[in-house]
């Protein structure tokens, strides 16, 4: 059970001030949140544990090297690039360009 005196003190590390009804209404609201987080923990511990999404090694395929397109067609893209290579416009660290 959630006590007043723990949301006060919850609200006075969060620099909150609130009134008598808002520490009321709060402590109502956060009883209710740990009790329905009790409830989803009771349901998830007769479950099996999740493993997520894996692909079986099995399923995947062999890498094949296959044909390769011409340097210069695929340069061709981009006016013919820089040096051989695809032009990069630099980023300043904000972010900006």
Do not use: H
Request: proline content about 4%; charged content about 35%; overall charge negative.
């Amino acid at each position: 059970m959630i006590e007043k005196k723990e949301v006060e003190w919850l609200a006075r590390l969060a620099k909150l001030k609130l009134s008598d009804d808002e520490l009321e209404s709060l402590t109502e609201d956060m009883e209710e949140i740990v009790e329905f987080a009790g409830r989803i923990d009771s349901a998830v511990s007769g479950t099996e544990a999740y493993r997520g999404v894996v692909t079986p090694v099995e399923a995947l395929r062999e890498d094949v090297v296959g044909e390769c397109s011409p340097q210069d067609l695929v340069l061709s893209n981009v006016n013919g690039g820089e040096n051989g290579y695809f032009p990069v416009k630099r980023r300043k660290p904000d972010g900006n360009r």
